[in-house]
Each structure stands twice: as C-alpha cells, then as structure tokens.
C-alpha cells in the first residue's frame, strides 16, 4: 500500500541498550511530491538536449573550420590588441572615474557642474559615436599646441601623427568608461558609514589622510567588485574598434570572413567562443575578488566551488549511509 505525502511511517519498535524498559520509535517524514518542478526540470532538459544536439549535427556550423581558425596566428594577433585594449582602457578609465567622483563629491559647484555634465554626456553618447568622432578629430583640430591659454604656443604637434588608431580606441573607451567608473566609485566613496568621516575628523586627521587611509579602502569594498563587473562590458565594448581600423579579434574574424565568405559562421564561432573564454576568466576574478573584500562584513565568506561540490558530495553521502540505515 503507497503511503500519501507528508504521511508519517512508524518503524518496529527497538530496545535501547541502556534501558531496556523503554522503546524507540523511529519516525520517518516523507517529503511532499512536487509535480511543477519535475515538469518544468524535465521541458528545460529536454530543450537543452535539443539545443546541444543541433549544435553537434547541424553542418552549417562548420566545426572543422572552427578548429582551423580557432588557434590561427591572425585571430591569436587579434586576440592579443583586445587583451591590450581592454588592460589600458580600463586602468585609464578608472583613474579617470576616481578624479570625477572626487569633482562630483567636491564643495566646489564648478568642479561638481563639469564633472556631471561629462558623465551626463558620455553616458548618453554612444560608444561607436565616441570612436568614430575621434577617428576623425583630424578634421576639426589638424595641429595641437601647448603653450600659454589665449596666448603664444610653445610648440605644436601633427596631431593625425600623434593619433594612431590604438591610442583612438584607448582614449575613445577609456573616456567612456571613466564615466561609468565615476558613479561606481562615487557609490563606493557614499557607501561608507558617515560615523567613519565623522571619527577620522574627531581624530583631527587631515582630509587627504582620512580619504588614502580610511574612507577609500573601505570603500573599495563596493567599488572593485562593482568595477570588476563593469570589465565584461568593456571586453566586449572593444569589439567596437574595428569601426575605427584597429584590428582586434572581432575585426580580425571579420577581415577573414571578407577573404573566406564561406567560413563566416565558423569564425564567428570562433569570436564567440574566445569572448566567452574573457568574460568568464573575468567572472572567476570577479568572484574571488568579492569574496576578499567580503571579510569581516558577513559572519562567514560564501563557499567557492569547489567547497560546494565538496558540501554536497557530503550531503549526498549522509543521504545515503541514512536511507541505508532505515
């Protein structure tokens, strides 16, 4: 006879060997069945099956030509301006966002009227827009000088010579990105408890101590995994310098993908791929990062992935060795 969920089932009574004149009844609860979620488990297995399946049998997607382009030196070159890129742009973007945050929580209206009008801008404005309009600031400025303000100029430089198409992308998504980086250190820099400013003044410490030394470490607790996060995105912002002829991986797929028009989908396979290597090499950082600057705000760090896997390997064990007894 099947018992119903949530029933109760009583076990033969056992003598307990110190006191033998009392029984032992063992109680086991079983768990409620739940339909919807073997339902729901059973449709996504079944479409993830299928995706898969299309993935390996479909020949359109050329796997051959993947493994060829895949490791080829002209997608590895461009692989390697993507990883330059994105290492400049964000170092210069962040040091960038650290000064507008600093203009937008200073008392002066002036620093704090540029400051947010820049991030109101490029925030606004497109990031193709952005490159585009520096690849061609040739065309508005021919030389640039350095000299006195409304006065002599001590000496100019060509600045199409100056330009070359890997200080555009650098200084086109670094400006970008110092405006996203700007209101995560702002929000960083806001996040810290106002008792902490208002110690370090009792202590009578000055203003740029109190920020090196007790404001800002604590605030990179927000800002770094925040920033760490932003970094996904300017991986996948480089593939926009192409539009400006620097070569990276997206450009170099693309340039193949003019040459061989039949192994468009494979190298774009390829491009997609590689991204997904980035970005999930960025995720893993991104993760442990988190879990660093987490110490001393939780009572316990969260688990990695490894002691997951381990916690429940564990757990089914238990599971086990306690069915097995019953």
């Given at each position: 006879?099947?018992?119903?969920?949530?029933?109760?089932?009583?076990?033969?009574?056992?003598?307990?060997?110190?006191?033998?004149?009392?029984?032992?009844?063992?109680?086991?609860?079983?768990?409620?069945?739940?339909?919807?979620?073997?339902?729901?488990?059973?449709?996504?297995?079944?479409?993830?099956?299928?995706?898969?399946?299309?993935?390996?049998?479909?020949?359109?997607?050329?796997?051959?030509?993947?493994?060829?382009?895949?490791?080829?030196?002209?997608?590895?070159?461009?692989?390697?301006?993507?990883?330059?890129?994105?290492?400049?742009?964000?170092?210069?973007?962040?040091?960038?966002?650290?000064?507008l945050a600093l203009a937008r929580l200073?008392?002066?209206?002036?620093?704090?009227?540029?400051?947010?009008?820049?991030?109101?801008?490029?925030?606004?404005?497109?990031?193709?827009?952005?490159?585009?309009?520096?690849?061609?600031?040739?065309?508005?400025?021919?030389?640039?000088?350095?000299?006195?303000?409304?006065?002599?100029?001590?000496?100019?430089?060509?600045?199409?010579?100056?330009?070359?198409?890997?200080?555009?992308?650098?200084?086109?998504?670094?400006?970008?990105?110092?405006?996203?980086?700007?209101?995560?250190?702002?929000?960083?820099?806001?996040?810290?408890?106002?008792?902490?400013?208002?110690?370090?003044?009792?202590?009578?410490?000055?203003?740029?101590?109190?920020?090196?030394?007790?404001?800002?470490?604590?605030?990179?607790?927000?800002?770094?995994?925040?920033?760490?996060?932003?970094?996904?995105?300017?991986?996948?912002?480089?593939?926009?310098?192409?539009?400006?002829?620097?070569?990276?991986?997206?450009?170099?797929?693309?340039?193949?993908?003019?040459?061989?028009?039949?192994?468009?989908?494979?190298?774009?396979l390829v491009v997609t791929v590689w991204?997904?290597?980035?970005?999930?090499?960025?995720?893993?950082?991104?993760?442990?990062?988190?879990?660093?600057?987490?110490?001393?705000?939780?009572?316990?760090?969260?688990?990695?992935?490894?002691?997951?896997?381990?916690?429940?390997?564990?757990?089914?064990?238990?599971?086990?060795?306690?069915?097995?007894?019953?």
């Open positions: 006879m099947s018992e119903p969920p949530g029933a109760t089932v009583v076990l033969p009574e056992a003598r307990l060997a110190d006191e033998p004149s009392k029984a032992l009844t063992a109680q086991r609860v079983l768990p409620l069945l739940r339909p919807g979620r073997w339902i729901a488990t059973a449709v996504v297995l079944v479409l993830a099956a299928q995706f898969v399946h299309g993935l390996v049998s479909n020949p359109f997607y050329q796997w051959d030509r993947f493994g060829y382009w895949f490791l080829r030196p002209t997608i590895l070159d461009g692989l390697l301006i993507t990883l330059e890129v994105t290492a400049y742009s964000a170092v210069l973007g962040l040091l960038g966002g650290i000064l200073s008392k002066s209206p002036v620093l704090r009227a540029v400051s947010w009008t820049y991030v109101w801008a490029l925030r606004s404005i497109p990031l193709i827009v952005v490159l585009i309009f520096l690849y061609n600031f040739s065309a508005l400025y021919r030389t640039l000088s350095v000299g006195v303000p409304f006065g002599p100029a001590f000496f100019s430089f060509d600045e199409s010579k100056l330009a070359t198409d890997m200080v555009i992308a650098v200084i086109g998504l670094s400006l970008h990105e110092s405006a996203y980086a700007a209101e995560v250190v702002r929000g960083g820099i806001l996040s810290v408890d106002q008792g902490q400013h208002e110690a370090a003044a009792a202590l009578g410490l000055p203003k740029g101590y109190q920020f090196r030394k007790i404001v800002f470490p604590q605030a990179l607790r927000s800002i770094i995994p925040n920033y760490v996060n932003q970094l996904i995105g300017l991986i996948k912002g480089t593939s926009l310098v192409f539009y400006v002829s620097l070569l990276d991986l997206f450009g170099a797929a693309q340039t193949m993908g003019s040459t061989y028009p039949g192994d468009i989908v494979p190298l774009l991204y997904l290597i980035l970005t999930s090499v960025v995720s893993v950082i991104q993760f442990y990062v988190e879990r660093y600057y987490a110490r001393g705000a939780t009572r316990s760090l969260p688990p990695t992935p490894l002691q997951k896997l381990r916690t429940g390997l564990t757990d089914l064990r238990a599971r086990i060795r306690k069915e097995a007894a019953v």
